[in-house]
């Protein structure tokens, strides 16, 4: 790691632990007829892992600074492809598209710095590809959110998004001294997958535009928080009206409802036209 200067406004911190790199590579489902996305490639600990076990690797890295050191540790690896760039700014699915052909199924694995936490999941989770399994290193207290349930005080707008697509689960904590440089948290690594999709993207939008107004303000009820859907005193009226009828309280907070609750709550708002 001494060979250059890790960058922090990239969110760089390198897993070195290699037991912990044999467990994700483990948790990735890999075999000589699966292909591994990697998000964030780094120093290629996890990469090389990753090659041993695949048919191809493809890494996204956005640091281009790397290519030197890249190109060295890889040079024994010629199933392993890598693209430079911002991949919150490339065509996602067109890449892996164009890099992999004929591909028989994909892994995806993913160390995500916590400031793109939220956008790399839903450019994963939006791009309609299939994926054996999704491991990602985030945060522990992201993690935590990502696999909460109602009425839990970490359960939020993103544990509901997540639940759309598939189902998480924390599979161990990484402790911040197995990274370089060492980052100020603890970390954990989660599994997430995949549901078959029953629904389109737009209508999961469309639900989580009534999460996101449900959860405007956590301590506010929910029929406080709509209330910013009209000025038509009939239909606020309405809004609490809707809420005892479903949940038989229009008290209730939005980190009380399920996603399944979420549904019936739009359905009734969307047939009195009131979102």
Do not use: W
Not at 122 to 130: A, M, N, Q, V, Y
Request: glycine share 2%.
């Amino acid at each position: 790691m001494a060979k250059f200067k890790t960058k922090k406004s990239l969110g760089q911190n390198f897993l070195e632990n290699q037991r912990i790199i044999e467990q994700i590579s483990d948790l990735a489902e890999l075999d000589n007829n699966t292909d591994a996305i990697e998000i964030g490639v780094g120093s290629a600990n996890l990469t090389t892992a990753l090659a041993q076990r695949s048919r191809r690797v493809l890494g996204f890295e956005i640091d281009s600074s790397l290519i030197p050191i890249l190109e060295k540790k890889l040079f024994n690896y010629p199933n392993v492809l890598i693209t430079f760039g911002d991949v919150l700014k490339l065509n996602f699915r067109q890449e892996i598209e164009e890099q992999l052909k004929e591909v028989e199924s994909l892994s995806l694995v993913a160390n995500i710095p916590y400031y793109i936490t939220s956008p790399i999941i839903h450019l994963i989770l939006e791009s309609g590809l299939k994926f054996k399994n999704i491991v990602l290193m985030v945060q522990k207290e992201v993690a935590e959110r990502l696999v909460a349930k109602p009425n839990t005080s970490e359960y939020s707008v993103l544990s509901v998004y997540v639940h759309e697509f598939c189902e998480p689960q924390i599979e161990f904590i990484v402790g911040k001294n197995n990274f370089y440089p060492v980052p100020k948290v603890d970390s954990a690594v989660i599994s997430l997958k995949q549901f078959p999709m029953t629904k389109t993207l737009d209508e999961i939008r469309a639900e989580m535009h009534l999460v996101q107004l449900s959860f405007a303000n956590r301590r506010k009820q929910i029929k406080n928080n709509l209330a910013a859907l009209t000025n038509n005193p009939e239909q606020q009226a309405e809004i609490t009206e809707i809420l005892t009828k479903l949940f038989g309280n229009s008290k209730i907070r939005a980190q009380e409802l399920s996603i399944e609750q979420f549904q019936k709550l739009l359905k009734e708002l969307k047939e009195r036209e009131i979102l």
